[in-house]
């Protein structure tokens, strides 16, 4: 996507993305690390959060899983502030924005991208695992819930929900 630059919702910043190098994935471990701890705190437990955080421990591969996907990085002022994962063209499977960017259109620039791709892409529908702080965003995005799950990490489980949404749609706001 190169450097297309989107007007950030709510703020005067301006989230540009573009795709994921292999340069990133230090940055990007510790923005899903600080996002994990730092923004699920109301909805998961320490242990939980530390279990889920560790996904990002080993860095070659949380590169690798950044690697083998479609991935875009968002950047607010030059600065890596987000970014998601596009997995089989029909599934996010990773968006985490850096806790000092939220509320600057990060997630929804994300979002919206991975929607437009998966779209152009021929998906009928975008499908994603929801942790339970994100499900709210997901939903006022027309996601719908499909399923309920518990995952496995470490010793602990979490909780998140499946949703998805159809993209033939246009009338469904994105």
């Not at 940055?27 to 998961?44: C, G, K, P, Q, S």
């Not at 998601?84 to 996010?92: A, E, F």
């Not at 702080?133 to 399923?147: E, I, M």
Request: aromatic content about 6%.
């Amino acid at each position: 996507m190169g450097g297309r630059t989107m007007k950030a919702a709510n703020s005067n910043a301006s989230v540009a993305l573009r795709p994921f190098l292999p340069a990133d994935a230090e940055r990007l471990a510790a923005i899903f690390r600080a996002a994990v701890m730092d923004l699920t705190e109301e909805d998961y437990d320490q242990d939980q959060r530390e279990a889920w955080a560790a996904a990002a421990d080993d860095e070659d591969a949380f590169a690798a899983r950044l690697g083998a996907h479609l991935t875009l990085v968002a950047l607010i002022e030059g600065e890596v502030s987000g970014f998601v994962t596009l997995k089989d063209d029909s599934h996010m499977d990773l968006l985490y924005v850096a806790p000092e960017a939220v509320g600057l259109g990060v997630a929804t620039t994300l979002c919206t991208a991975a929607e437009t791709l998966s779209r152009a892409r021929g998906a009928e529908a975008l499908e994603v695992d929801a942790s339970d702080t994100a499900l709210g965003f997901f939903q006022q995005r027309g996601y719908v819930a499909q399923s309920r799950n518990t995952v496995p990490r470490g010793d602990v489980w979490l909780a998140n929900t499946s949703l998805r949404k159809p993209l033939a749609d246009p009338k469904v706001p994105s």
